[in-house]
């Protein structure tokens, strides 16, 4: 929200729940509330989340996703450290409670292929966790979505690049990908400021710096992630060993699965 603000004051037009419909040779439908308006533009950047309409324009789609749900809560005392949990409760992912001053996020991310229910799973957790004393388990605000996990896909073609989740670029681990999508936000912007005065051709820079900069650590997470969650499906004491092999911090001694 903030950098939209910021945007905007800086120039930029901004059109508050509309959705892009249609993308034809530089010209893009847009469904606005007063109705539709097309917009002809050089350089289009996808920027529109793990379900991008941009990336479908240009047959590049994330497809491997596991589902995050999560609730602002009152936090009971000060808490220094982020906690992760694991849990049969939220398969293929886990459990996380982020400290704030007073509040705290807490949320779980699973892989709907094993049919858990994310409400479900969530607010088993939450209860788990106000039993504890850490929260008090009524949501002041409640959040979800889609996290992909599947690695970065095909970034450019014709005259659209993708940025953030769009492009796939989310930790198939941890689903952290904030820092990834305003790094790739920056380096896309400048790149389209490239390709206006040096022609498309210099997009292609974006594409490299892309790899580069993610290319080789999201795949080789991926591969971690696969590696991971098949020691889940095996029995406790393989994923218990599985975690401590992948997992991209240090954990305490003992799970609880």
């Given at each position: ?11 930029a ?6 959705r892009?419909v ?9 469904h606005t ?7 002809r533009s ?9 379900r991008?309409?941009?990336?479908s324009?240009?047959?590049s789609?994330?497809?491997n996703?596991?589902?995050?749900a999560q609730?602002?809560v009152?936090?009971n005392?000060?808490?220094r450290?982020?906690r992760?949990y694991f849990?049969r ?7 996380w409670?982020?400290?704030?001053v007073g509040?705290?996020?807490v949320g779980i991310?699973?892989?709907r ?7 479900e799973?969530?607010?088993?957790f939450?209860d ?11 949501p002041?605000?409640i959040?979800?979505?889609l996290?992909?996990?599947?690695g970065?896909?095909t970034?450019f ?11 796939g ?6 689903g ?7 790094d790739?936000?920056?380096?896309a912007?400048?790149?389209a ?13 974006y594409v ?10 999201l795949s080789?997470a991926v591969?971690?992630?696969q590696?991971?969650?098949a020691g889940?499906?095996?029995?406790a ?8 092999r992948?997992?991209?911090?240090l954990?305490p001694a003992s799970v609880?699965?």
């Amino acid at each position: 929200r903030g950098l939209a603000a910021a945007a905007a004051a800086a120039g930029a037009f901004l059109y508050a729940g509309a959705r892009a419909v249609q993308h034809v040779h530089n010209l893009t439908r847009v469904h606005t509330d007063s109705g539709y308006i097309e917009i002809r533009s050089t350089i289009t950047i996808g920027a529109d989340g793990p379900r991008s309409i941009a990336g479908s324009w240009m047959g590049s789609s994330n497809n491997n996703f596991v589902l995050g749900a999560q609730w602002t809560v009152k936090l009971n005392s000060r808490l220094r450290k982020t906690r992760i949990y694991f849990d049969r409760h939220f398969p293929g992912g886990y459990g996380w409670l982020f400290p704030g001053v007073g509040f705290a996020r807490v949320g779980i991310g699973l892989d709907r292929s094993f049919g858990v229910n994310a409400s479900e799973a969530l607010k088993y957790f939450v209860d788990r966790l106000a039993v504890e004393g850490l929260i008090n388990a009524e949501p002041q605000s409640i959040t979800g979505g889609l996290i992909p996990v599947g690695g970065t896909v095909t970034v450019f073609r014709d005259d659209i690049i993708l940025a953030g989740d769009a492009a796939g670029l989310c930790h198939p681990i941890s689903g952290a990908g904030i820092a990834m999508a305003l790094d790739s936000g920056r380096l896309a912007g400048l790149a389209a400021a490239a390709a206006l005065r040096a022609g498309k051709s210099a997009l292609n820079r974006y594409v490299k710096q892309i790899d580069t900069l993610y290319g080789r650590s999201l795949s080789g997470a991926v591969r971690r992630r696969q590696e991971m969650y098949a020691g889940e499906r095996d029995g406790a004491a393989d994923f218990n060993a599985a975690i401590r092999r992948v997992w991209i911090g240090l954990i305490p001694a003992s799970v609880r699965i």
